[in-house]
């Protein structure tokens, strides 16, 4: 007998069977449970990978039924990754260094935080063939994911990195954060600004990279003025968000020849990674990337 149309096929519940999940809120439009099902399925695991709208309110108490829930670990997506850090037992120094945490590992009773975005991103962006060596990049926004941003881009050994916020002084104390602290390499300068930086051609004549690290590159009309055409020829265009189709942002930069990626790759790698920490198995990359490829619609 067939399923009805719509009906969810899921591997048989047992009593034996562990859980991860992810909390949001929103979260009906995450594709982490695509991809960390997949993997169980690809490896046999009798685990399961769940999505739970959890709202501001009620995090603490989801947070801290981990332990007598038995569920292994979570993923954490908008708004938590902030709020949640004061909540954990332990921290990793990623963590530590953001200010915010993407996965919550369940450890005999205990919770560890660790943050897999900074890591994902570099991960993507050297897969990609980027390149930074001494080179400037331009970070739109100045939130938690500029903050991955930053951290990924002074790994890779940018020699500038510019944040570019529509409230200025967020992006300026997003600066200081990382320079003040100690937290990026001796050498690196790091400054803050407006978004009418973008439309200065001077400003990015040099630039090897530019990521956006707002929900402005999903709306059409939406993005600051940006002077594309006064980037170098090999700039790349990142865009952290990910859609079916390529976003506003990404189409400006490939209209004029110019090499554009979305946040795909980023979140199959946050997600790999997060997997072996919940897991402690080295995660099928291939299954994981198929099935996220399915559900975007690009399979």
Do not use: W
């Not at 399961?48 to 007598?68: E, M």
């Not at 050297?126 to 002074?154: E, F, K, N, Q």
């Not at 690196?188 to 990015?204: N, T, V, Y």
């Amino acid at each position: 007998m067939h399923a009805p149309d719509g009906l969810i096929k899921m591997r048989e519940i047992s009593g034996r069977m562990r859980f991860t999940a992810i909390f949001g809120d929103p979260v009906e439009h995450s594709l982490s449970p695509a991809m960390h099902n997949a993997a169980y399925a690809a490896l046999g695991i009798e685990r399961a990978y769940l999505a739970f709208h959890v709202t501001p309110g009620r995090l603490h108490d989801a947070i801290h039924a981990l332990p007598a829930l038995e569920i292994a670990g979570v993923n954490l997506t908008v708004p938590h990754k902030e709020n949640a850090v004061a909540m954990m037992t332990h921290l990793s120094k990623e963590a530590l260094t953001l200010g915010a945490i993407n996965c919550v590992v369940n450890r005999d009773g205990e919770l560890y935080g660790d943050n897999t975005d900074a890591r994902g991103l570099e991960l993507d962006l050297r897969g990609s063939g980027v390149i930074l060596d001494g080179r400037m990049v331009v970070i739109v926004g100045a939130g938690g994911a500029a903050a991955s941003a930053v951290l990924a881009c002074t790994r890779m050994g940018a020699g500038r990195i510019l944040l570019c916020n529509r409230t200025v002084e967020r992006a300026i104390r997003l600066a200081r954060r990382f320079t003040h602290s100690g937290q990026a390499p001796t050498g690196i300068s790091i400054d803050g600004g407006g978004l009418d930086k973008l439309a200065e051609p001077a400003a990015l004549s040099d630039i090897a990279l530019m990521i956006n690290a707002t929900p402005m590159g999903l709306k059409t009309g939406g993005f600051a003025p940006i002077a594309y055409d006064a980037a170098p020829a090999d700039c790349v265009f990142y865009d952290m968000v990910y859609a079916r189709e390529p976003t506003p942002f990404m189409v400006s930069a490939l209209a004029l020849g110019r090499h554009a990626l979305d946040g795909a790759g980023m979140l199959l790698n946050q997600g790999a990674l997060a997997f072996e920490l919940f897991n402690n198995v080295a995660a099928p990359a291939a299954a994981m990337h198929a099935a996220l490829m399915s559900a975007l619609g690009r399979a």
